[in-house]
Each structure stands twice: as C-alpha cells, then as structure tokens.
Nanobody, 124 residues
Framework: QVQLVESGGGLVQAGGSLRLSCAAS????????VGWFRQAPNKEREFVAA????????SYADSVKGRFTISRDNAKNMVYLQMDSLKPEDTAVYSC?????????????????WGQGTQVTVSS
C-alpha cells in the first residue's frame, strides 16, 4: 500500500509556472506507475499526465502537451509535475494517483491510490 501527499499548488498569473510534488510512502515506490489528474468545479476529473514506474515512459493530455512535464525520483519517492505557460483553464484541484505496475495508464480506473489534491488557480 502507498500513501500520497501533494504539494506546490497556489495562485499564479496566466503565463506563470508552478511545480507540483507528490510524496509517496512505502519502500517499493519504484514498482508503481503514477498519474496526475485534475478536476475543475462542475467538471469531471480529467487525465493530465502519467509516468511509468521506471520513469522511462510518459504520456500527456493534449491540452497540456508541451507545457507540462512529469518526472519522478524513485530514490526520494517523489513525482513532480512542472507546469509552465499556465492558462486560466488549468485552474483545478490536481491529484496524484498510483498503482502497482510498470505501464503508463491514462484513465483513472488504472489507479488504486489517490492523494487529497492541491488547488491550482490561474488568474487572467
């Protein structure tokens, strides 16, 4: 089992940057795939980015491709989401999720463990 805690959210102007962090418990984090999802008010949760257990493969939603970068440091049990060129439509609660397995998954059904989320607000 793994527990996830996100941090790094906040208020930023359009065009700015934020780096979200996802800290995981557990000694076998390197065997878990991880994804970032977001949910805006009155909208369904949507996929943002995902990374394989080794970090060798990544996947991004079209809406963030070229602006966001997902990475991980298995030695530190950490996953990061670097968000650049932020837009007001990126405003949402961002959550990281994890599941045992090596492959990248872009649907929330592919994850078993979820963090509480961190709020990201982008002002215009």
């Amino acid at each position: 089992q793994v527990q996830l805690v996100e941090s790094g959210g906040g208020l930023v102007q359009a065009g700015g940057s934020l780096r979200l962090s996802c800290a995981a418990s557990g000694r076998t984090f390197s065997t878990y795939r991880v994804g970032w999802f977001r949910q805006a008010p009155n909208k369904e949760r949507e996929f943002v980015a995902a990374i394989s257990s080794s970090g060798g493969r990544t996947s991004y939603a079209d809406s963030v491709k070229g602006r966001f970068t997902i990475s991980r440091d298995n030695a530190k049990n950490m996953v990061y989401l670097q968000m650049d060129s932020l837009k007001p439509e990126d405003t949402a609660v961002y959550s990281c999720a994890a599941a045992l397995g090596t492959l990248v998954m872009i649907t929330d059904r592919g994850y078993d463990y979820w963090g509480q989320g961190t709020q990201v607000t982008v002002s215009s």
